[in-house]
């Protein structure tokens, strides 16, 4: 290889490292925005554990699971059980090498947290889905007098039926807190919860719609300078 060749190649090389160092650097920065988020903090706690969060904070590029233990901090079983659950869900990626000697093979594991908000989408979907199932096969009676019996209990369309008052005494009848209601108010909850995931913006996302913005109001800028040297061009041309 010519000296000029040789000269060029390093250059390549060398920009090529610098670049990969970069993604790599820029990567590391937005995990740790979208880790520091409570949000997502309390959908990791809740699905997979406290230390899924100190595990996912350690985790710098391509890892093995020896590596991620000894940083965490957190048993090496534990580490491969919530880093396979992390991974049904995509939220990390791996991958293999095999060692020609022992056949046996080593997983390095690396962070992909700009999928957290569709993972946080499927699991609520699947929980409403199993609830609303749930409640399909649950019957509903949900409203007593407490005067007379907690025994006798009536449906929704009953009680409705006598405007919430009971038959016999014409007391108000009261809700009891039955399994249905438990259900309901549980879909409730995960309902409100979809649509706050559903309006739920990454970093990078935010930080897009921040240069957009950035961009229309220069434009609007640029087009009031534009519109006032032409008013004052139109006042030269009337005066002359």
């Known amino acids: 290889m010519k000296y000029r ?19 790599i650097k820029t990567s590391e ?6 880790l520091s988020d409570k949000f997502v903090q309390n959908f990791l706690i809740e699905n997979f554990g ?13 890892m093995s699971d020896e590596e991620i233990a000894a940083k965490s901090k957190v048993k090496i079983t534990e580490v491969r059980a919530i880093l396979n659950k992390l991974s049904f869900l995509r939220l990390v990626e791996y991958s293999k090498t095999r060692d020609d000697n022992t056949g046996w093979y080593s997983y390095y594991w690396k962070p992909t947290l700009n999928k957290i908000k569709e993972a946080m989408e499927k699991v609520t979907e699947e929980k409403i889905r199993k ?7 649950t019957e509903v009676y949900s409203f007593y007098c407490p005067k007379c019996s907690s025994e006798n209990k009536l ?14 005494c014409s007391g108000n009848l009261k809700p009891e807190k039955n399994n249905a209601i438990t259900i309901i108010e549980t879909l409730e909850e995960l309902k409100k919860k979809y649509n706050e995931i559903k309006n739920f913006k990454l970093p990078e996302e935010v930080g897009k719609e921040e240069i957009e913005k950035q961009k229309e109001i220069k434009s609007e800028n640029k087009a009031k300078t534009k519109g006032g040297k ?6 030269k041309t009337k005066s002359k």
């Open 131 to 137: 609830l609303e199932e749930q409640l399909e096969r």
């Open 29 to 34: 920065a937005m995990n740790g925005k979208i």
């Open 5 to 23: 060749e040789r000269f060029l190649y390093k250059i390549i090389f060398n920009e090529s490292i610098k670049n990969t160092f970069s993604r």
């Open 230 to 235: 032409r008013k004052r061009e139109d006042k």
């Open 155 to 168: 449906d929704f369309d009953l009680a409705s039926a006598t405007n919430f008052r009971c038959p016999n």
């Open 50 to 62: 406290e230390n899924s969060i100190k595990i996912l904070k350690v985790m710098n590029g391509e």
